[in-house]
């Protein structure tokens, strides 16, 4: 289960409010809920890609450390079952 941590004030974005807006309804199509990964493709990874959309830099990198660990081990487990 997941428990909240903590909000991460990422500043102002320059753009507009319509532009805020189109630039999340363009995104729906590169983050449809059926490409959800709870390793490689998670909601820190569509908050980090606003972010940087939104031209406010990436979010700290401790909001996707741990998925980026696990799915190292992921990787490595995979790659050592197709290996048998």
Same mark, same amino acid.
């Given at each position: 289960?997941? +428990?909240?941590?903590? +909000?991460?004030?990422?500043?102002?974005?320059?753009?507009?409010?319509?532009?805020?807006?189109?630039?999340?309804? @363009?995104?729906?199509? @590169?983050?449809?809920?059926?490409?959800?990964?709870?390793?490689?493709?998670?909601?820190?990874?569509?908050?980090?890609?606003?972010?940087?959309?939104?031209?406010?830099?990436?979010?700290?990198?401790?909001?996707?450390?741990?998925?980026?660990?696990?799915?190292?081990?992921?990787?490595?487990? @995979?790659?050592?079952? @197709?290996?048998?």
């Amino acid at each position: 289960s997941h +428990s909240y941590r903590t +909000s991460v004030d990422m500043g102002c974005t320059r753009l507009s409010e319509q532009q805020v807006l189109q630039t999340v309804l @363009d995104m729906r199509v @590169d983050w449809p809920g059926t490409c959800y990964d709870m390793l490689r493709r998670n909601c820190c990874h569509f908050s980090d890609e606003v972010c940087r959309k939104l031209g406010l830099g990436s979010v700290p990198f401790w909001t996707t450390n741990l998925a980026g660990a696990g799915a190292a081990v992921k990787g490595a487990y @995979d790659d050592a079952v @197709d290996a048998l």
